[in-house]
């Protein structure tokens, strides 16, 4: 049986080179969504951007300025479907991702931080192929696992999430859209790729009609090496701002990709 391939981040802290790229603005060597993906990293089987997309993370001070008490949360999904101790892979089946919206009772109090974020990403669910069908189609999303928050009376109404099945799409690209500055991630959208033609499998978008000003978008894919090398899409990374009683904001994120023949 293949010996999973699991390091702590906390060890890999201390023995990981920390790879130096012209464009990574953040401390690698510190950030919770780097060493959580790395960590089951082998070689050069897996892809992902290492900064993350998005606003760098900010410091304490205006953090707090921006979304009010608050914090940074990392994740990566691959501490759900890859390998650990006794646990085999478990590869996603399904994705959910649910907007953010402030509670109605406090958001004369709320900073503009959050105003702002209002209908942008606050959770992403998950459903695995292994996990219990039952139990996940408990859920109006599907999925069992839950990134971020939902709010309680948000769960069961369909037009608070947008959910994609994965087993017949090849998510080869991710668009990711963020007003540079706000903190947070503005859209999210999947795309499979048949016969060159990029499809739009799977799409949340914080603003309908007219995008807002300053909006960029950043596309993200692994690269093309002219090697022949097939990735397939194998889950997300990222931040979110968890915020004292109003919610999480999803903040940068990258999807993760894997050499075919490491699956």
Not at 51 to 63: C, F, R
Not at 88 to 114: F, M, Q
Not at 156 to 185: C, E, M, R, W
């Amino acid at each position: 049986m293949k010996r999973p391939n699991y390091a702590y981040p906390e060890v890999l802290q201390g023995r990981l080179p920390i790879p130096i790229h012209n464009d990574v603005l953040s401390d690698l060597s510190t950030d919770g969504a780097y060493l959580k993906t790395v960590a089951y990293a082998n070689d050069d089987n897996i892809w992902f951007e290492p900064d993350m997309v998005g606003d760098p993370k900010a410091n304490d001070t205006d953090l707090h300025r921006r979304f009010g008490p608050s914090k940074y949360e990392d994740f990566s999904t691959l501490e759900l479907t890859e390998p650990r101790g006794s646990k085999g892979v478990n590869p996603l089946r399904r994705i959910a991702i649910h907007r953010y919206r402030l509670s109605s009772g406090i958001t004369w109090l709320a900073k503009s931080g959050l105003k702002q974020a209002d209908n942008a990403i606050g959770s992403i669910g998950l459903a695995r192929v292994q996990d219990d069908p039952a139990a996940a189609e408990a859920e109006a999303d599907g999925c069992m696992h839950h990134l971020g928050h939902v709010h309680h009376s948000d769960k069961q109404d369909a037009t608070n999430f947008k959910h994609l099945d994965l087993g017949n799409v090849d998510i080869t690209k991710l668009d990711i859209a963020y007003v540079p500055g706000s903190g947070y991630i503005a859209g999210l959208t999947l795309y499979d790729q048949i016969n060159g033609q990029h499809t739009e499998r799977l799409s949340w978008r914080q603003w309908d009609g007219k995008p807002p000003q300053g909006l960029v978008h950043v596309a993200n894919e692994p690269p093309d090496r002219g090697d022949g090398t097939v990735w397939r899409f194998v889950g997300l990374a990222g931040s979110w701002v968890d915020t004292v009683g109003q919610g999480h904001v999803l903040a940068r994120c990258s999807g993760i990709w894997k050499k075919a023949e490491e699956e």
